[in-house]
């Protein structure tokens, strides 16, 4: 309870700074921005866990049904490991075929097979419409941003490359619907 009000008594000190120091305008702005920022980051957080979780599952159901020892264990490495967008799970695959190694050495070509297939799967299809949805990014945007982020700043810019872009679409998309509605172009939504 104490972090929450520490919270809304930071947010509320930080608006009276905002409007003390900058002219009204430049402090609406600043708070709307910063309201964005915060919005965009709690979705995209919301929407990584759900992919997790997903991923996990997939995992689980694809090993299971090849009869691929430690199932449940490297299912849910990679459930924690997938919030490292993309990457992450690739990490949990190598514990999994190190598991899958020493219970069923025969077995290890097939883990490694399924477990990308799946991943691959889980990447380009449910990946960008499960997280770009929770944030409201198209899946291309949502893709660009993590490839972006990936050349910026490698592991980091991953991670929040996405929730960035998001600030980013939705103060363009903004801006333009503003700009529209000046014009008194409508129609155009």
């Excluded at 090849?66 to 449940?72: H, Q």
Aim: hydrophobic share 50%; proline share 4%.
């Amino acid at each position: 309870m104490t972090l929450i009000l520490s919270r809304k008594e930071l947010c509320h000190s930080s608006k009276r700074a905002a409007y003390a120091i900058l002219p009204e305008s430049g402090a609406k702005w600043l708070c709307h921005l910063a309201g964005l920022i915060n919005e965009c980051y709690s979705k995209f957080f919301t929407g990584q866990l759900l992919e997790s979780c997903i991923l996990g599952l997939l995992i689980f159901a694809s090993l299971s049904i090849f009869g691929i020892p430690y199932a449940g264990v490297t299912a849910i490495l990679t459930a924690i490991c997938a919030f490292v967008p993309y990457i992450g799970a690739y990490l949990s695959c190598g514990i999994g075929v190190i598991l899958t190694l020493l219970a069923s050495p025969g077995k290890v070509f097939t883990c490694i097979i399924v477990y990308t297939i799946t991943q691959f799967i889980e990447n380009q299809f449910i990946y960008p419409h499960v997280v770009g949805n929770s944030v409201g990014l198209p899946p291309i945007y949502t893709l660009a941003a993590v490839v972006l982020g990936d050349r910026i700043s490698g592991l980091l810019g991953m991670i929040f490359a996405i929730p960035m872009m998001a600030v980013v679409y939705t103060l363009a998309s903004e801006g333009i619907q503003r700009a529209l509605h000046n014009r008194k172009i409508e129609g155009l939504e």
